[in-house]
């Protein structure tokens, strides 16, 4: 168990430490440039790679992992500018995953965890996050390595969108790869040009591999495998939508702010930056969610006609005025025989007095 945890806390994951926008605007997680310093900042760069004084204070802001100033693994921008930041805290020889939420001027999002920040040990497992993912919905994926399991072994889970975890997601929450005897790692997730997720594991043994899973409901599925180098350990390896499959590449570099993500892609969603129903988020951010629902609008109601003034809107009140209408016909039918009823009574009095 000791050299594999030794495995799980030193490797280095191909997640990205930096974001950037279609306006040039960049987001990093550096070490703190100070004299003697040793925590870890986070900083938002202009398009003319300037400072931006609005953001934290002079455009830097500290990132607290932990007391022990852990160094963060990942960093991703979602479509509402809020910035999410994944690290582990090591406590007792075991990390446990610590995700971070900051608001587009980076401050703290307080609708997240305790003053922006949650520790999670999914299903009590150890996991020492590598990436993380925002979804469309307000939810988030997270993907790492379980160090309390023997061999080590990938895991990946899923946070509602208030936090909580997703126990319909894999078994009771979280997924992992299993059959790997030398263990496994999920070192980066990524979503293709309509907002599907894939994660991409290094799969060590006899056999080493790596592989791409889509990620799905209930449980992630394989869609790809290939042989790994055996002098590889396989931590820099990512998924990549080339063309229409995924690929393993290697190659780093800054994630797209704002993309589109979601667990239940829509066939024909439009790819990020495209229609504002697929990328406009449904969480409200006030811990408020719908998992695995991004494009949960009412159908669009149906025409009667091919004229735009034939509209259900329009048809409402006219089968209010015909449901007025019989009620009044059956109040003057039941007036009527009410009358008729009176009349008769009067000529049988009128016959028994004669």
Known sequence: MGAALA?????????????????????????????????????HLAAGGQLDVRFGRGGRRPIAISATDDAPTSLRVDARGRIWVAGASIAGGQPQAVI???????????QWGVQGRMQVSP???????????????????????????????AVVFHLKADGALDTAFGAAGTWQRVGASDGSTATHLAANDVGAV??????????????????????????????????????????????????VVSAAGPTIAGQFA???????????????????????????????AANHEDPAPA?????GDDKPAQGLPVIAIWASALAAIAIAVLVALRARRRATRTVLRQRRTY
């Open 262 to 292: 979601t667990l239940a892609p829509v066939a024909g969603a439009s790819p990020p930056g495209g229609a504002a129903a697929a990328s406009a988020p449904s969480d409200p951010g006030q811990g408020g969610f719908s998992p695995f």
């Open 123 to 153: 299903g009590g497992l150890a996991v020492k996050p590598n990436d993380l993912l925002p979804l469309s919905d307000g939810s988030l994926l997270v993907a790492g390595v379980a160090a309390n399991l023997e061999p080590v072994r």
């Open 198 to 247: 894939a994660v991409c594991v290094a799969a060590r043994g006899d056999k080493p591999a790596a592989e791409i899973w889509s990620v799905t409901t209930p449980a992630p599925k394989l869609v790809l495998q290939q042989p790994l180098a055996p002098a590889s350990d396989g931590e820099d390896l990512r998924a990549a939508w080339a063309g229409q499959r995924w690929v």
């Open 100 to 110: 971070l939420r900051y608001l587009a001027d980076g401050t703290p999002d307080l």
């Open 7 to 43: 495995l799980a806390a030193a490797s280095a994951s191909c997640a990205s430490l930096s974001a950037v926008d279609a306006a040039g605007s960049r987001w990093h997680a550096i070490s703190d440039p100070a004299d003697g310093a040793q925590g870890y900042l986070l900083e």
């Open 303 to 307: 025409t009667t006609g091919d004229s």
